[in-house]
Each structure stands twice: as structure tokens, then as C-alpha cells.
């Protein structure tokens, strides 16, 4: 018996972001060129495998490089940002969720909690998720196996039995 295979994928990418606070006054809270970030569920033969990947390339935080090449981030890679003078705020790089059947992915997650830049109060709270892709395989998990020797004996116990009577009757026709 062949086996079989399902997959599912989505891929994202975003060019050019740039985040300011504060307007013209403060520098660049976060910037970056490229990102590129991919989602994938697949099964063959009843095993899932869920993968996720993102890829930045010239990550700033108030005009401190982070990343400067296209490179694979680990995922839920945490950047403390008090050590940029930011504080109540996280900034998590390939974030990314798993169930039983399917993956998120969120290649950038900026938390800010009333944050405070550089000891300026910014009164700002949200959560900022740039590039989202989330594949997920749905009904691909049913095993097509038959798991009970039983049902298996009544089948082939079935078949030999409508072989004996077709058989039996083509001999009567002649």
C-alpha cells in the first residue's frame, strides 16, 4: 500500500518596518530591513512533523544592531530590552505556538506595558506581532490503519466468501 502524505505551508515576508515613539524626537524604537518567516505541517504516513522558521536581517533597537545578516533566529528568542533603556516592554524573535496539529509562527512580538524609553514615559501598551503564518493539517491525523485483528478476520473472512459464491455461480452458467 502507497503511503500517504499532507502537507500544509504558508510563508510570509515584510520589507522595511521602522517603529517610533515619541515622534521625531527619540530615535528609532525598532527597525529592520527584511524578514521572512515560514509555518509547515506535514504527515506522511501518520507522523506530524510542525516546523517554523524566521529570518531577519538588520534588527535595531534605539540604533543598536542586534542582527546585522539574514540569519535563522532560534525560536522564542527573548532580547531583554532594559539593556536598551526600555523597560516594561519585551520583544520576542521566532515566537512560535504549537497543538496538536498545527503551528504558529510570529517572526516578531513586541510587548509594551506602559513602557518607558530611556526614562521618558511613553503611556503606551499593546502588542505588536509582525509577520504571522500558521499552518495546521485538520482530519489528516485519522490513522487509516485498521487497529482491531477482528474487523480485519470479518473483511477478509467476507471477501473469500463473495470469491467462493462468484466463483460457484460462473461454474452453474457453463
Given at each position: 500500500m502507497a503511503g500517504q502524505t499532507y502537507s500544509a505551508q504558508a510563508t510570509s515576508m515584510v520589507s522595511g518596518f521602522n517603529f517610533k515613539m515619541l515622534g521625531q524626537s527619540l530615535a528609532d524604537v525598532l527597525d529592520f530591513s527584511t524578514m521572512t518567516l515560514n509555518a509547515s505541517a506535514i504527515n506522511i504516513n501518520g507522523h506530524l512533523a510542525l516546523n517554523g522558521n524566521t529570518a531577519i536581517e538588520n534588527v535595531n533597537v534605539l540604533g543598536h544592531a542586534l542582527i546585522n545578516s539574514m540569519a535563522p533566529i532560534a525560536p522564542n528568542t527573548?532580547?531583554?530590552?532594559?539593556?536598551?533603556?526600555?523597560?516594561?516592554?519585551?520583544?520576542?524573535?521566532?515566537?512560535?505556538?504549537?497543538?496538536?496539529?498545527?503551528?504558529?509562527?510570529?517572526?516578531?512580538?513586541?510587548?509594551?506595558?506602559?513602557?518607558?524609553?530611556?526614562?521618558?514615559?511613553?503611556?503606551?501598551?499593546?502588542?505588536?506581532?509582525?509577520?504571522?503564518?500558521?499552518?495546521?493539517?485538520?482530519?489528516?491525523?485519522?490513522?487509516?490503519?485498521?487497529?482491531?485483528?477482528?474487523?480485519?478476520?470479518?473483511?477478509?473472512?467476507?471477501?473469500?466468501?463473495?470469491?467462493?459464491?462468484?466463483?460457484?455461480?460462473?461454474?452453474?452458467?457453463?
Amino acid at each position: 500500500m502507497a503511503g500517504q502524505t499532507y502537507s500544509a505551508q504558508a510563508t510570509s515576508m515584510v520589507s522595511g518596518f521602522n517603529f517610533k515613539m515619541l515622534g521625531q524626537s527619540l530615535a528609532d524604537v525598532l527597525d529592520f530591513s527584511t524578514m521572512t518567516l515560514n509555518a509547515s505541517a506535514i504527515n506522511i504516513n501518520g507522523h506530524l512533523a510542525l516546523n517554523g522558521n524566521t529570518a531577519i536581517e538588520n534588527v535595531n533597537v534605539l540604533g543598536h544592531a542586534l542582527i546585522n545578516s539574514m540569519a535563522p533566529i532560534a525560536p522564542n528568542t527573548i532580547i531583554d530590552l532594559s539593556t536598551f533603556g526600555i523597560t516594561n516592554a519585551s520583544l520576542i524573535l521566532n515566537e512560535q505556538f504549537q497543538t496538536a496539529d498545527s503551528i504558529t509562527v510570529n517572526a516578531l512580538d513586541l510587548k509594551l506595558n506602559g513602557s518607558s524609553i530611556m526614562g521618558l514615559p511613553t503611556l503606551i501598551s499593546g502588542d505588536l506581532i509582525l509577520g504571522h503564518s500558521m499552518a495546521q493539517l485538520v482530519n489528516s491525523l485519522a490513522s487509516t490503519t485498521i487497529d482491531n485483528p477482528s474487523v480485519l478476520l470479518l473483511f477478509s473472512t467476507g471477501l473469500i466468501i463473495l470469491g467462493i459464491v462468484t466463483n460457484s455461480n460462473r461454474r452453474n452458467q457453463k
